[in-house]
């Protein structure tokens, strides 16, 4: 058990969970995280609250924002700004096929050191841009890469809403993407239409895998459609699956209505198990 904070690099982005130490910051205070790079100013979204779970792998701020660590990061935002109209200008003159999607900026940490743009950019294909990577260089006066992000990358860094009116997922609390396939689609009775089923980055959505198990399960153990089963109304016809419900629908043969029936009261094994279930106590009363 230990105590634990949120913060955000940007506005309505990925949340970063923090072992907040001694510090007790609030929401809406400017901390430093620790980063690769050095430590970075980020704003705190949930303040420190403690936690049932273990808080020992959680790295730990550096401390709150001194008016030197905004002055700093007020520079950084100033150059990410200047280099991602640079990048744009130089690939509209180069005519490459390229969109930028986010620019980095590390400031040099010392002496003989130099600031470092990263450029991260989407492309039908590969690119040679390395007559861009010059051109760039020579107008932001620092070492200059470029990365080509995949199309889920891209919208992970972008960040957008999904047709759930909700931040994308990827964006926000997502730290690996997991293969989603057109058969959880299926499995779930999903529309096969690519407009339904495809998230903003154009590929399929991740929440497909989210409830993907639980309809699978609900499948191992379910009559499957056309077979027939005893319901507590009468037999019939397994006409349709409810799994949300965790149900079945069920055409009787009595008057051919329909009724929705719990898994339990038509799935064969459960019964049996309940049935040898009651029985057991009688047996050992005898």
Same mark, same amino acid.
């Given at each position: 058990?230990?105590?634990?904070?949120?913060?955000?690099?940007?506005?309505?982005?990925?949340?970063?969970?923090?072992?907040?130490?001694?510090?007790?910051?609030?929401?809406?205070?400017?901390?430093? %995280?620790?980063?690769?790079?050095?430590?970075?100013?980020?704003?705190?979204?949930?303040?420190?609250?403690?936690?049932?779970?273990?808080?020992?792998?959680?790295?730990?701020?550096?401390?709150?924002?001194?008016?030197?660590?905004?002055?700093?990061?007020?520079?950084?935002?100033?150059?990410?700004?200047?280099?991602?109209?640079?990048?744009?200008?130089?690939?509209?003159?180069?005519?490459?096929?390229?969109? %930028?999607?986010?620019?980095?900026?590390?400031?040099?940490?010392?002496?003989?050191?130099?600031?470092?743009?990263?450029?991260?950019?989407?492309?039908?294909?590969?690119?040679?841009?390395?007559?861009?990577?010059?051109?760039?260089?020579?107008?932001?006066?620092?070492?200059?890469?470029?990365?080509?992000?995949?199309?889920?990358?891209?919208?992970?860094?972008?960040?957008?809403?999904?047709?759930?009116?909700?931040?994308?997922?990827?964006?926000?609390?997502?730290?690996?993407?997991?293969? %989603?396939?057109?058969?959880?689609?299926?499995?779930?009775?999903?529309?096969?239409?690519?407009?339904?089923?495809?998230?903003?980055?154009?590929?399929?959505?991740?929440?497909?895998?989210?409830?993907?198990?639980?309809?699978?399960?609900?499948?191992?153990?379910?009559?499957?459609?056309?077979?027939?089963?005893?319901?507590?109304?009468?037999?019939?016809?397994?006409?349709?699956?409810?799994?949300?419900?965790?149900?079945?629908?069920?055409?009787?043969?009595?008057?051919?209505?329909?009724?929705?029936?719990?898994?339990?009261?038509?799935?064969?094994?459960?019964?049996?198990?309940?049935?040898?279930?009651?029985?057991?106590?009688?047996?050992?009363?005898?």
């Amino acid at each position: 058990m230990g105590m634990l904070c949120a913060v955000s690099f940007n506005r309505y982005g990925r949340l970063y969970y923090l072992d907040p130490g001694e510090l007790r910051p609030q929401v809406g205070d400017k901390v430093l %995280v620790p980063t690769d790079d050095g430590p970075e100013v980020a704003e705190c979204v949930w303040a420190a609250q403690w936690v049932t779970d273990d808080t020992d792998g959680f790295p730990r701020l550096v401390g709150l924002a001194r008016e030197e660590d905004l002055r700093r990061d007020e520079t950084l935002r100033r150059r990410k700004a200047e280099a991602k109209v640079a990048a744009k200008r130089l690939i509209r003159e180069h005519g490459l096929p390229m969109k %930028v999607v986010a620019v980095d900026h590390v400031l040099s940490s010392g002496e003989g050191g130099s600031d470092r743009t990263t450029i991260y950019f989407t492309a039908p294909h590969r690119v040679d841009f390395r007559s861009l990577v010059r051109d760039l260089g020579a107008t932001l006066h620092c070492r200059v890469e470029l990365r080509q992000l995949s199309a889920r990358d891209s919208a992970r860094v972008q960040g957008g809403i999904g047709s759930c009116g909700r931040d994308l997922c990827c964006a926000t609390f997502l730290n690996d993407f997991e293969p %989603v396939t057109i058969r959880m689609a299926k499995d779930q009775d999903l529309p096969l239409n690519p407009l339904r089923i495809s998230g903003a980055c154009g590929r399929l959505m991740c929440c497909l895998k989210y409830e993907h198990p639980l309809y699978a399960k609900f499948q191992e153990s379910a009559p499957a459609i056309g077979s027939r089963v005893s319901t507590p109304e009468g037999d019939g016809k397994v006409v349709g699956h409810s799994v949300p419900r965790d149900a079945v629908t069920v055409r009787l043969d009595a008057d051919g209505s329909r009724s929705m029936c719990s898994r339990a009261d038509v799935c064969g094994s459960r019964r049996a198990y309940d049935s040898r279930d009651q029985s057991g106590p009688q047996s050992v009363a005898r």
